[in-house]
C-alpha cells in the first residue's frame, strides 16, 4: 500500500466538519477559560457539554470502530482528524480523543475481552467516564525504563493484590477505572514479568494522595501521585493474559506517542497562525514584520517544521496500517515532531514579542503546555538511544550479510 497523501472525498469533508466545529464551538470556550480547565469548578461541565455537541456534531471518539460509536478511522485517517483537532487546546477533548483516554480505547479494543469491552470501553468511548494508565513510578521504579517496574501483584484467594506507588498519572482524578501494570513474577530489571489490571476508580485500595504541580495544565484533571496498597482485584480484571504486560504495552505506546504528535501539530500551526496575524500587521522599523528578513527566516523555518513533522506522522501511520514494526519509526517521529513543535511555539512567540507573553494571546500557555511533551512517552534521549541501538544492530546484521 502506497502512502497517500491526498485525502478521499468522505475523510476531507469529517476533516472541514471538524475544522469548523474546533473554530465555531471550541476555541471561543478555549478563550474563556485561557485554554485549561485545571481548576475550573466546572470543568466537568464543560468537558460534558464539549462532547455532547461533538457528538451531535457525528465527531465523537472517531477513532473507535462503529461498533462503539466511532468510525473506525485508520492511523492516516486520525492523522488528519487529529491535527485539525489539536489546533484547539481543548479540541481533542471535545472530541474524546485526548490522552490518556484515546490510548486506552485503542489497547480495550485489542485486548479487552467482550466483558471487559462492555464494562469499560463502551462508557469510555462514549464519553461517559474517563480513566487513566497508571505505569510511571517513582525512582528506582518504572519510568523511562518500564523494566525498572517495581509495583506487583500477588494471588490471593478469588483474585489478585496490587501494592506499589505510581506518579504523573494523568487523568487519575476522577478517572472510573485505571489500566494498571504491575509485576507478577520476577523482579525490577527483568525484561517481563508484567500484568495490566482494570482496576475500578472506587477500589479503596486506590488512593490519590496528591496532584502534581506541573509546567501543563491541559490534560484534563492533571497528574496525580497514586498508591495501591491492599488493592484486591479479581481474576476477570487482567487485561490480556498474565506477565505479558509490556507486550500489551507495545500496542498501545507506539500509536499513542504518534497521536500526540498528531494533536500537538494542530497547535503547534495554530501558534504559528497568530504569529502570521501578528507580523503581517504589525508595522516597525518602517515596514511591517513580515517583510523583514530576520522574521522571514522564523515563518519559513516554522513552514519547514510543519511540513517535516507531518511528513514523519504519515510515514509512521502507514508502518502502522500496513502492520509493520513502528518501533524506529514512531521514535523518529516523537523525537523530531515534539522538538520542532517546540521550536515552532517559541518562533511564534518571538516574533509576536511582548504581547506573545502575555495573556492576551495563548502563545505562552501554548508554550507551556509543549514543552513536556519533549520528555513524557519517553524523553528525546531515550528515544535517540533506541534508534541508534536499532541503527548499529542493523548496520551489523546487513554488513555480515554482504
Known sequence: MAIRFDLEPELAALVQRTREFVRDVV????????????????????????????????????HVGERWGGRGLDVRGQAAVF??????????????????????????????????????????????????????EPPPGAGSD???????????????????TKWFITGARGAAFAIVMARTSGAPGDRGGATMFLVDGDNPGMQIVRDLDTL?????????????????????????????????????????????????????????????????????????????GMVQQQIADNEIDLAASRALILQTAWVLDTDGDAGTASSIAKTFVSEAVGRIVDRAMQMTGAVGTSGDLLLSRYWREVRPFRIYDGPSETHRWSIAKRAVSAFKKNRGRA
Not at 475550573?40 to 457525528?58: H, K, M, N, S, V
Not at 497547535?267 to 501578528?278: Q, S, T, Y
Open 216 to 292: 501543563d495544565h491541559a490534560l484534563f484533571a492533571g497528574h496525580s501521585e497514586v498508591i495501591f496498597k491492599d488493592c484486591d482485584v479479581a481474576d476477570d480484571a487482567i487485561l490480556g493474559e498474565v506477565d505479558r504486560g509490556f507486550e500489551y504495552a507495545q500496542v498501545r505506546l507506539a500509536p499513542a506517542r504518534l497521536t500526540h504528535c498528531m494533536r500537538w501539530l494542530g497547535l503547534a500551526r495554530r501558534a504559528h497562525d497568530l504569529a502570521l496575524a501578528h507580523v503581517t500587521t504589525r508595522e516597525a522599523f518602517g515596514s511591517r514584520l513580515a517583510e523583514l
Open 146 to 164: 518500564p523494566r525498572a517496574l517495581a509495583t506487583h501483584a500477588t494471588r490471593v484467594a478469588g483474585g489478585w493484590r496490587i501494592d506499589g
Open 27 to 62: 476555541i471561543p470556550v478555549e478563550l474563556a477559560c485561557k485554554g485549561s480547565l485545571h481548576d475550573a469548578p466546572d470543568a466537568e461541565d464543560i468537558r460534558r457539554r464539549l462532547q455532547a455537541e461533538a457528538r451531535a456534531a457525528g465527531l465523537l471518539a472517531p
Open 83 to 136: 491535527e485539525e483537532a489539536g489546533y484547539s487546546l481543548l479540541g481533542p477533548l471535545a472530541l474524546n480523543i485526548s490522552a490518556p483516554d484515546e490510548g486506552n480505547m485503542h489497547l480495550l479494543e485489542r485486548v479487552a475481552t467482550p466483558a471487559q469491552q462492555a464494562k469499560y470501553l463502551a462508557p469510555l468511548a462514549a464519553g461517559q467516564v474517563r480513566s487513566c494508565f497508571a505505569m510511571t
